[in-house]
């Protein structure tokens, strides 16, 4: 009767690191599942932000050859649309070091 009960309560025990077992696996699926997803979020903000570094270099590019080569009077609507181009460079450009050194 004894070996029966001690049995019984090992079998139970064993059911219950069963049910343990297959809990954190299913929690360490979803946590990779996470992960993954995330990963590729990560990278859409690294595409977005380096189209947005390279559109503000060639527009702030253009305006400093255009400014060079033609028009001699610069006004302050160019200025002031240089000046948003030069915050879209610098925001864009720390966003892709936050994320590269987040990594």
């Known amino acids: 009767m004894e070996f029966e009960s001690w049995k019984a309560g090992v079998s139970s025990s064993m059911d219950a690191f069963a049910r343990e077992n297959?809990?954190?696996r299913?929690?360490?699926?979803?946590?990779a599942n996470d992960q993954a997803n995330l990963e590729s979020k990560?990278?859409?903000?690294?595409?977005?932000?380096?189209?947005?570094?390279?559109?503000?270099?060639?527009?702030?590019?253009?305006?400093?050859?255009?400014?060079?080569l033609g028009s001699a009077s610069y006004s302050d609507k160019e200025c002031r649309t240089s000046s948003g181009w030069?915050?879209?460079?610098?925001?864009?450009?720390?966003?892709?070091?936050?994320?590269?050194?987040?990594?």
């Not at 879209?88 to 892709?96: A, C």
């Open 22 to 24: 297959r809990r954190l």
């Open 86 to 103: 030069m915050m879209i460079l610098v925001s864009s450009t720390m966003i892709i070091f936050v994320t590269l050194l987040s990594t």
């Open 26 to 31: 299913l929690d360490v699926e979803k946590v």
């Open 42 to 68: 990560e990278l859409a903000v690294l595409a977005a932000s380096l189209f947005f570094v390279c559109f503000s270099t060639i527009m702030l590019v253009s305006a400093k050859v255009s400014k060079f």
